[in-house]
């Protein structure tokens, strides 16, 4: 019988050294290795300590046989930290990639073991992966310039703002209906409330009375805050001094688009390197989940992955679409596939017209291109 005989095959690319960091707030756990083929290596250092990292990769590549200069690429999951440890890594020389936590399979069953070291492992084994062709192992995340991200603190310090003026009217108006006080919280609520009675004719008990004032100064101090956002925000949107700023008054030149739905558009979706409608749609989480196995085919609705507060402006902004802009061509679509249908087909019918919105309002940033039918400014 003739023999024949073969190479030891194997998955590792020589000369380069992978490095799974799994953070928390004190501690890296780094789990290093050169490839599937080889054992890894499990080190913990300070968090950000330059020094501990830099002679860890030392020995990492002693250990494994690399040149002193071989390459190193990293990874790790996004989360609280952000976007610092990817610029401190880049500065040490280090190929690295932020991965989407959601992305990454895991165990189902009811029960599995979860500690930094098996977490590493499993990170460190999907990162040789990735860097070995296999690009949908996990999903990448874009890290933007630190301009950029520090521009869109803006929108958000005013989604904030607007979350807590909620929070602290409905704290009054649960704070009087303890004694059935019903009234409007308006501008001139201070000077009112010493004559607000009971459901028995009586003034509002000192407690209540004193915890009212409280949050009534607490509303007064956010509301004023929101204002000065709002009107901080209109100015950068006019002056258009930089790239999101151009973006957004391109996109206010659109009736139905306001200057703050403008300026969070662009900072938070439009600022970003999207290559195709499907990346926009995937982004917003308007896409459709369709759950199609054997005889059993079905749609689950939409995906509501990528960027929630972009979502819900996009799903305003399609309500507003249809009110300002009645003869575009996108209008016409929705008035024809649901005007006539009932209450829950226009709801179902809104959100497809958001999704088609987002990419017509991609596509007229790009090329400048109105959306047909539409008019400007």
């Not at 401190?88 to 189902?108: Q, Y």
């Not at 000065?228 to 258009?240: E, G, K, P």
């Not at 008035?335 to 309002?361: D, H, P, Q, S, T």
Request: contains cysteine; positive net charge; glycine residues 8%.
């Amino acid at each position: 019988m003739s023999r024949v005989t073969r190479q030891a095959e194997s998955t590792r690319e020589t000369g380069v050294l992978y490095m799974a960091i799994e953070l928390s707030t004190s501690k890296w756990h780094l789990v290093s290795g050169a490839g599937v083929a080889t054992p890894v290596r499990h080190r913990t250092i300070p968090a950000g300590a330059a020094g501990a990292l830099r002679e860890e990769l030392r020995r990492a590549r002693a250990r494994f046989g690399l040149p002193a200069n071989a390459p190193v690429r990293s990874c790790y999951e996004a989360g609280r930290d952000g976007y610092w440890v990817h610029r401190f890594l880049t500065e040490e020389g280090i190929e690295n990639v932020v991965v989407d936590s959601s992305s990454i399979e895991v165990d189902r069953r009811k029960r599995w073991a979860k500690t930094d070291r098996l977490d590493g492992r499993r990170l460190f084994r999907k990162l040789v992966q990735y860097w070995g062709g296999d690009r949908d192992t996990w999903k990448v995340v874009h890290v933007p310039s630190e301009a950029l991200e520090d521009a869109r603190h803006a929108e958000r310090g005013i989604e904030t703002l607007t979350t807590e003026r909620t929070r602290w009217r409905n704290r009054i108006h649960a704070l009087l209906m303890l004694h059935g006080v019903r009234t409007a919280i308006t501008a001139d609520f201070g000077e009112r409330l010493a004559q607000l009675r009971t459901w028995a004719g009586t003034p509002v008990p000192p407690g209540v009375g004193d915890r009212v004032r409280q949050a009534w100064r607490l509303l007064t101090a956010v509301e004023a805050e929101l204002r000065a956002a709002r009107q901080a925000q209109r100015a950068d949107v006019r002056a258009a001094a930089t790239a999101p700023a151009q973006q957004a008054a391109q996109l206010h030149r659109l009736p139905a688009i306001g200057e703050g739905s403008a300026a969070l558009l662009a900072k938070e979706l439009y600022s970003r390197d999207l290559r195709n409608r499907r990346e926009v749609g995937a982004l917003t989480g308007l896409v459709g989940t369709p759950y199609d196995s054997g005889e059993t085919s079905r749609e689950q609705g939409i995906s509501r992955a990528g960027l929630s507060r972009v979502r819900g402006v996009a799903v305003e902004l399609a309500w507003a679409w249809r009110r300002y802009q009645p003869r575009s061509e996108l209008t016409r679509w929705f008035e024809r596939r649901f005007g006539a249908g009932g209450k829950r087909a226009r709801k179902v019918g809104i959100v497809a017209l958001a999704r088609r919105l987002m990419v017509a309002l991609w596509r007229y940033l790009q090329t400048g291109v109105v959306p047909a039918g539409a008019t400007v400014r």
